[in-house]
């Protein structure tokens, strides 16, 4: 029975993994802003045969909070042996090129607070010898692309900094899991229109659920990205730059 | 192919979408344009569609709330789906208390169009075993809605089309089975009165009775068909449940309606004789006996661009099996056919809803190709039968009923208006009420 913590846990992918670790009846803390739909979570997930499910306040963006909480989650569950983080936005990025403030808040919430709780979370798993850590990173984050460049810094530091503590770690066994989910069909896209790319929720939450118990290294998915990804890397910059991207 | 259009895809509809994935969401704000729930867009007609309006879009509603093993009751979000509730419940000993032909329906749209199944000669509708649900208006109330409190929205509610508010999330009770798997035994017979004395028979000693009937028939051999009954199998071993998943799918829509004459003939003449044997038994597994359409994801696009137009009757006692004589001749003389043709016999139980459709009676549903105004004219042709045999249609199954075929089918829809929230409406109710919003 694995003891997870999910980070950003109303967010739709995170929601649906839930369930997939729900089914296998293990332990789980919620943690996220809105603490009625934690709630709202985590009564679904018992139905759903979890063996317990918390639910815990915590705002990222409050990098105080990262170690009462954690120890509080630990303390709850009886220990702590796999984490999902999945919380983060979709900043608007022709609004944060008008707006250093902007930039930096949407840095803050999808990479420097990512960074913090990993750095807490890699030093408690160290420490016990063992443990998953799946992050949801994104594809945004493998080139820079006018379109979107901020989102992409913020999960490239997200990719890069997961690859490194996966090289600290992989020594004493403990997982690193990057996510490069691709287009999802979430409240945080509801603005885009969707085509044959697109993945639900559900679908990559498999992949995922996949990949911790398995504690794979990167994980594209839908699979088929991996693939685009390598093409789109391949671009020479001198063309790169041209496109419309 | 977009998700937000009718089962039988006619008639076409544009929507404005705003996705309820929270309960404790608001519902849009007003921008002057009527809104209405939607489902997972299984009703046949255009009772899920607000052509120019806003579709409230509630299948992020998919989370379970509680469910008591030991008692049977399940509390769930609006937007799950009964397959949802049939993977949780029944490797627990529980079933639904009543289920249309396809599990791909969401509870509150169950419940909105106060659905029927082949139980209802014991269980009457599904309303019946709703215990409670939420109602959210427009104006931000909440009222919880039982048969004792605040009776009357619920009453308005089961069977309401979504009309008077959106629904956040429903209790009911389930029922107890011993496993997954259904007795059934499958009898053809040779005329529409074997039908009705099989179907009197069956009453007494099967739970579930449905007749597929061969529309392709005439003269001696009218409504003949195979007569199909089960029950719930006593101490079967809880083997896992099949996937309650498409197996096939039908992948793009075909350049023409692969439904016309010729095929539902051979279909028909084929299906008839798909057993050797009067009589054959055998134990299935629920999706086989309940959900056989299910098996073929998107069945509807055989039916090709242009759709498919159900169609429902319910015939009182006393009309019953001449009226049904008539409407089969109605079909076979017009050589037009119906892939699938249903008859049922309806019990005596009241139905919950200012607006439910199952009354006693015989209920006959049939599928026909859109092919234009010769399809139009049969069921126009059937209405008239219907009418003059005291009968109703059936909402979820409707796209093209009179105002007058409406009211004569249910007297009581002027109570519903009271309890229609202001700022919702529907292609249906728009067509049906006359109103223009």
Redesign the interface.
């Known amino acids: 029975m694995r003891k997870v913590l999910i980070v950003g846990a109303t967010s739709?992918i995170a929601e649906a993994t839930a369930r997939l670790f729900a089914a296998d009846g293990d332990r789980l803390c919620l943690a996220g802003r809105n603490v009625?739909?934690l709630k709202?979570?985590a009564?679904?997930l018992r139905?759903?045969g979890a063996a317990q499910v918390e639910t815990v306040a915590l705002d990222a963006n409050d990098f105080s909070q990262h170690e009462p909480v954690l120890s509080q989650v630990a303390q709850a569950m009886g220990g702590l042996d796999t984490v999902l983080i999945a919380h983060g936005t979709l900043p608007d990025q022709t609004a944060c090129q008008a707006s250093v403030e902007m930039t930096l808040e949407a840095i803050t919430t999808n990479a420097l607070s990512v960074i913090a709780l990993l750095t807490l979370i890699a030093n408690r798993f160290e420490q016990q010898g063992s443990g998953t850590i799946a992050v949801i990173s994104s594809v945004a984050g493998d080139r820079g692309r006018q379109s979107n460049y901020v989102y992409g810094t913020a999960k490239g530091a997200v990719s890069i900094f997961t690859q490194g503590l996966r090289n600290r770690l992989a020594r004493i066994g403990v997982k690193v899991v990057t996510i490069k989910p691709g287009f999802v069909d979430t409240?945080m896209t509801?603005a885009f229109k969707k085509g044959a790319l697109w993945a639900t929720p559900a679908a990559v939450a498999t992949r995922i659920h996949r990949a911790m118990a398995k504690g794979e290294d990167v994980v594209y998915t839908p699979w088929f990205w991996r693939w685009i990804m390598a093409i789109i890397k391949a671009v020479p910059e001198s063309i790169f730059k041209k496109a419309r991207l | 192919m977009t998700r937000y259009e009718s089962w039988g895809r006619f008639p076409k509809a544009t929507h404005d979408v705003v996705r309820m994935n929270w309960r404790d969401m608001a519902l849009p704000p007003d921008s002057g344009k009527s809104m209405l729930p939607f489902g997972n867009g299984r009703s046949y007609g255009d009772c899920c569609l607000n052509d120019q309006g806003i579709l409230v879009d509630t299948r992020g509603l998919d989370r379970f709330m509680a469910f008591d093993a030991g008692m049977g009751t399940l509390r769930c979000e609006a937007g799950v789906l009964l397959s949802e509730i049939l993977e949780l419940v029944v490797p627990r000993g529980w079933f639904l208390p009543v289920t249309p032909g396809t599990q791909f329906v969401t509870i509150a749209g169950a419940v909105a169009n106060d659905v029927h199944g082949k139980n209802h000669h014991r269980a009457g509708t599904i309303g019946r075993h709703i215990t409670c649900f939420e109602l959210l208006r427009s104006d931000g109330t909440r009222l919880r809605c039982s048969p004792t409190e605040n009776p009357d929205w619920f009453r308005a509610t089961v069977g309401g089309l979504g009309l008077t508010g959106l629904i956040t999330w429903v209790e009911l009770q389930l029922k107890a089975v011993s496993g997954p798997l259904i007795d059934q035994e499958i009898i053809r017979y040779g005329r529409l009165e074997e039908f009705f004395r099989l179907s009197r028979e069956s009453d007494t000693t099967h739970e579930y009775t449905v007749a597929w009937i061969d529309c392709a028939a005439t003269g001696a051999s009218l409504g003949r068909g195979l007569f199909m009954r089960g029950n719930d199998a006593q101490g079967a071993q809880a083997r896992p449940a099949k996937a309650g998943g498409a197996r096939l799918s039908v992948p793009f829509d075909p350049p023409f309606a692969l439904v016309n004459g010729p095929s539902l003939r051979l279909f028909n003449a084929l299906y008839y004789r798909k057993q050797l044997q009067e009589r054959v038994r055998s134990t299935v597994h629920y999706p086989t006996f309940f959900y056989p359409l299910d098996a073929i994801g998107a069945w509807n696009r055989i039916y090709g661009s242009n759709g498919l137009l159900q169609y429902q009757c319910v015939i009182p006692h006393r009309h019953e099996e001449t009226a049904m004589r008539e409407i089969l001749g109605q079909i076979a003389g017009a050589g037009t056919g119906s892939f699938l043709a249903v008859l049922k016999v309806f019990g005596d139980l009241p139905s919950p809803g200012l607006l439910s459709f199952p009354r006693p009676g015989a209920t006959l549903a049939l599928d026909f190709p859109n092919q234009g105004q010769r399809t139009f004219d049969l069921l126009d042709r059937l209405d008239a039968i219907t009418m003059a045999a005291e009968g109703a249609l059936y909402p979820a199954k409707d796209a093209r009923m009179s105002p007058d075929t409406f009211r004569r089918s249910f007297p009581d829809w002027r109570q519903l208006e009271r309890f229609i929230d202001p700022r919702f409406s529907s292609s249906f109710w728009r067509r049906v009420s006359g109103e223009s919003r």
């Open positions: 739709a009625t739909r709202a979570i009564e679904d139905v759903r409240p509801v």
